[in-house]
């Protein structure tokens, strides 16, 4: 499970804070400012929390939001802006293994798109992603308190969430929706896509072998993308140049569920080609418009998931956040 807390500041369309909770890659909660309500997205947190939990919530991200606004001010001050559109992004949560009960942890802070500093749990320090957030590494790196909280929520707190969601809604968690999975080629010239869509969750393997052995020569992996009906999209492509004629049925496209043992393999074959010219129309990929302001969300397989939560501490010079549920 992942909580993303998102603010945006100069842009009257935006609300103030946005907050977005995934389980297994799934949406279940979403928390705006302006309407000051905690919604659910599916039926199995519904039915799995009690009235209580909501109103805890709501009124948390309400404590949030003068923390996260008080945040983005300090920052547009620290880098010299007085105006404009900027976006402020809090990612943090653990993980946990429930095969091996390893448990490990993250804290990232993003802002207009960039890292900008980000927590170690090994080292137990934060590490600065770019020449001004130096300071706020060293601020934060002297505050034990904060950083022994941390610590505390992300090996401790945060899993035993973690575990009574995974508990509840485990029926859904185990969800497992295959892909359909094509061969692309847009020109002659072009290189050979085998593209996958429509799977659940989103942590999956793709790639090209020889012969049973992975290609790494030749070949690009393409992202794991976000499909508008929940479900994900992947490519990855190989330079068929690098083929010979007399190689080709020894190559194939595989695709892999983490969590899962079984793979789908498509062999490479030139009547399932799907391409631009020809009887076969090639419609191409699915296009994908990514916010460079919102963040990869990190979910995990049935086997591993994590979760996110945020605090204020009034009592800092510089702006602080911290988990609170």
Not at 73 to 86: D, K, P, Y
Not at 178 to 190: A, E, G, I
């Amino acid at each position: 499970m992942t909580y993303i807390e998102t603010a945006a500041t100069g842009w009257n369309e935006s609300p103030e804070l946005t907050e977005v909770i995934f389980v297994n890659g799934q949406e279940f909660v979403h928390y705006k400012s302006s309407l000051k309500k905690m919604v659910p997205k599916t039926e199995w947190i519904e039915k799995t929390v009690d009235p209580e939990y909501w109103e805890r919530e709501r009124q948390r991200n309400i404590r949030n939001e003068q923390a996260i606004k008080a945040h983005v001010v300090w920052l547009m001050e620290r880098l010299n802006q007085t105006s404009g559109v900027h976006i402020l992004q809090w990612m943090y949560g653990c993980e946990w293994n429930e095969d091996t009960e390893e448990v490990t942890g993250f804290e990232i802070l993003g802002y207009d798109g960039r890292d900008y500093v980000a927590f170690d749990l090994k080292t137990e320090t934060y590490i600065a992603s770019a020449p001004q957030a130096v300071i706020t590494k060293h601020n934060w790196d002297r505050d034990k308190t904060r950083i022994l909280y941390k610590k505390y929520f992300l090996t401790q707190e945060c899993v035993d969430k973690l575990k009574n969601f995974v508990n509840s809604g485990r029926k859904s968690l185990m969800k497992t929706v295959p892909p359909s999975v094509s061969l692309l080629q847009k020109t002659p010239s072009s290189p050979l896509s085998c593209h996958a869509t429509g799977f659940f969750p989103n942590v999956a393997e793709m790639f090209w072998r020889k012969d049973g052995e992975e290609l790494h020569e030749g070949v690009h992996k393409g992202e794991i993308l976000p499909n508008n009906d929940e479900t994900f999209q992947m490519s990855v492509d190989l330079k068929l140049s690098s083929v010979k004629p007399e190689d080709w049925e020894r190559h194939e496209c595989v695709f892999q569920f983490s969590s899962v043992n079984k793979e789908i393999v498509t062999k490479l074959d030139k009547t399932k080609i799907k391409t631009n010219t020809g009887k076969t129309e090639f419609k191409g990929r699915l296009l994908i418009f990514k916010n460079i302001f919102i963040f990869l969300l990190a979910c995990f397989s049935f086997k591993k998931y994590n979760v996110f939560g945020l605090s204020t501490n009034s009592s800092q010079k510089h702006p602080i956040l911290l988990v609170q549920f």
